[in-house]
C-alpha cells in the first residue's frame, strides 16, 4: 500500500462547477499537508499549506484535513479553465521528507 | 519569497556523453535543497537532498549524482546517460524541514 493514494483522473468538469480532488493517506504521524498545481511542462507550484486538521480557504480554493479518517481535500469553487492542470498532494511529518500522491489531472471545460 | 532558476529548460543528449544540470536559489540561506525526476504518470522521485554545501544524500542509487559547492547551488551530473535516464528533473528548496517545498520550472531531458 502506498503512504499517499491520489486518484490520476482525468476529471474533467464543465467552467463555473466546484472540483473537489482527494488524497488519503495510511501514515497517522503527518502533521503538514499541502497541495500543488502544475501546469504541463512546469514545475509543481505551491497553493496550500496547512498544519494539522481543518479548514484553510484562499479565494477560490479551500483546503480540508480530516486526521481522524486520514483524508485531504482541495476544493476548488468557480472553476476556470485556466485551473486545468495536475494537482499534487503532498505531506510529512516535519521531521522527514515529502511523501507525494502521484497527481489528479483536471480539465475544465470552457 | 524563493526562487529557484534551473536550466537548461530542455536538453536532447545522446547516450553515453555526460550531463550537468544546475540549480541555484535566491532569497534565502541555507536552504535544504532537492532533485526530483518526474516521469509521466508516476508521480515525483526523490533522487538526492542536500542540507549544506557538500551534504549530498542519495535516495535512489543510479547513474546520476549530485553535489553543492556553494550554500544556494546544486548541480545533478552523469558521467555516462542512459536512456532510462529520460525525464523531467526538478529542483526544490526548503527553508527548514516542515515548511513548504517550492520548486523551479524543471529540465526536460531527452536521452537518445
Known amino acids: 500500500q502506498k503512504e499517499v493514494e491520489q486518484d490520476p483522473g482525468p476529471l474533467s468538469v464543465p467552467e463555473g462547477a466546484i472540483v473537489s480532488l482527494n488524497c488519503t493517506y495510511s501514515?497517522?504521524?503527518?502533521?503538514?499537508f499541502m497541495w500543488y498545481r502544475q501546469y504541463s511542462r512546469k514545475g509543481p507550484e505551491l497553493l496550500m499549506y496547512t498544519y494539522s486538521s481543518g479548514n484553510k480557504e484562499d479565494g477560490r480554493f479551500t483546503a480540508q484535513v480530516d486526521k481522524s479518517s486520514k483524508y485531504i481535500s482541495l476544493f476548488i469553487r468557480d472553476s476556470q479553465p485556466s485551473d486545468s492542470a495536475t494537482y499534487l498532494c503532498a505531506m510529512n511529518t516535519g521531521f522527514q521528507k515529502l511523501v507525494f500522491g502521484t497527481g489528479t489531472r483536471l480539465l475544465v471545460s470552457p | 519569497s524563493q526562487t529557484i532558476h534551473q536550466w537548461p529548460a530542455t536538453l536532447v543528449q545522446p547516450v553515453g556523453s555526460p550531463l550537468s544540470l544546475e540549480c541555484t536559489v535566491e532569497?534565502?540561506?541555507?536552504?535544504?535543497l532537492y532533485w526530483y525526476r518526474q516521469a509521466a504518470g508516476r508521480g515525483l522521485q526523490l533522487l538526492f537532498y542536500?542540507?549544506?554545501?557538500?551534504?549530498i544524500s542519495s535516495e535512489v542509487p543510479q547513474n546520476l549524482s549530485a553535489s553543492r559547492p556553494q550554500d544556494r547551488q546544486f548541480i545533478l551530473s552523469s558521467k555516462k546517460l542512459l536512456l532510462s535516464d529520460s525525464g523531467f528533473y526538478l529542483c526544490?528548496?526548503?527553508?527548514?524541514?516542515?515548511?513548504?517545498?517550492?520548486f523551479g520550472n524543471g529540465t526536460r531531458l531527452t536521452v537518445t
Open positions: 526544490a528548496s526548503e527553508w527548514d524541514r516542515g515548511s513548504p517545498l517550492h
Open positions: 501514515n497517522s504521524a503527518f502533521q503538514y
Open positions: 542536500s542540507v549544506g554545501i557538500g551534504q
Open positions: 532569497g534565502t540561506s541555507n536552504p535544504n
